[in-house]
């Protein structure tokens, strides 16, 4: 019934949400990105969101990842296009060699999606320390492989999502060198290395660092909970593309 019948559960809702998205006083003109968040941001969540919220350019879905040579059921349901109509979605993937890309790449274009989204930011151990996400930051060769696999998929578009590092916060400067040589739609950067995960604060001097060399369009994620912070971002980053938000989103949906 979620599944298929999402405007019952939306009248719902809306009982609890419409309250929330009511003060449309401020406004901004940057796009916002919504980030995945592993276990939260599914299909029926993004549909939901998208139903009764709106303002969102794109979502992005939890990444997928290669496990027992393939993709978990529950994973490619989540990118099924039926599951997804309507919805601004770019699956994400996340990789640690070109095996992983390859596959991961053609699972998602036979869904009929032209956009990809590579995480490179990812800072759970688990991952991280197997050389996906921002593990794989350390990684120069694997990530000049990807590069010219881009290249050469000039029929898709791909972005990439990343932080400062996995265990050092200058990982990111040979990284941008390849990144900004690779056709890209955007860059998303959280200015933390992995090894903090969530904890501490974003270094906005390494943000703008990165900003002043970063050549692809550059969006803004990590720490974002209000509207003044966004409206902060946009005044003194003016070339900035967009900001992506995911913790501050799924507390205040109608942010």
Known sequence: LIFNKPSKFSSLLQVF???????????????????????????VYRRLHH???????????????????????????????????GVPVVPQIIVKSMKEFDFLVNVVEEKGYQQI???????FPLQAKHGRGSGLLAHVDIVEEMAKAIREKSHLSFS???RLGWENADEWRPVLDIL???????????????TQQYKGTVSMEAFEEFYA???HPLVYNGDVT?????????????NLAGIMIGRGLLARPSL
């Open 180 to 194: 900004n040589d690779t056709p890209l739609r955007q860059v998303t950067l959280h200015p933390r290395i992995g």
């Open 117 to 123: 989204d590579i995480n490179m930011g990812c800072p």
């Open 17 to 43: 949400y419409l309250p929330l998205s009511l003060n449309k006083e401020k406004t901004m003109s940057l796009p916002i990105h919504f980030a995945p968040l592993q276990g939260y941001t599914d299909d």
């Open 51 to 85: 139903e009764i919220m709106g303002g969102i350019q794109t979502y992005y879905t939890p990444f997928l990842r290669m496990e027992a040579g393939g993709v978990r059921s529950k994973d490619m349901r989540d990118i099924r296009p039926e599951f997804n109509e």
């Open 160 to 162: 990439v999502k990343m």
């Open 226 to 238: 209000t509207l003044e912070q966004i409206q902060a971002l946009e005044k003194k980053y003016p």
């Open 213 to 215: 060399l970063c050549k």
